[in-house]
């Protein structure tokens, strides 16, 4: 059951998210599928795609390579970009910013 769809910032790629726990890249002209993602909530972030499952947030290149896989304090509620800048809300109420790196987490 797919939960959530978004577009990337150049509308050359869908993304949706999915209760099996896996976000999936699609070429929205073709319907084609790119690339499966783990994680279960996502967002676009710089020609990138950041996902979250649990704790861990990964960060994949466009073509579904994985760049940085990190780990939050609690389990990721919700994950929003801005520019270059990933920021992740976790359940116990620590927010997690990630810089443009996508290595350096700040709690």
Not at 1 to 13: E, N, Q
Not at 60 to 88: F, T
């Amino acid at each position: 059951r797919v939960t959530s769809v978004a577009f990337s910032p150049d509308g050359k790629s869908l993304a949706s998210g999915s209760c099996d726990k896996t976000v999936r890249v699609w070429n929205p002209l073709t319907g084609e599928e790119k690339s499966t993602l783990t994680g279960s909530k996502f967002c676009w972030c710089a020609g990138h795609i950041a996902t979250a499952d649990g704790a861990a947030i990964r960060v994949y290149q466009m073509d579904g390579k994985l760049v940085a896989y990190l780990v939050a304090p609690s389990a990721v509620s919700s994950i929003a970009c801005s520019g270059e800048r990933i920021s992740a809300g976790c359940e116990t109420g620590e927010q997690v910013h990630l810089r443009a790196d996508f290595l350096t987490l700040e709690c």
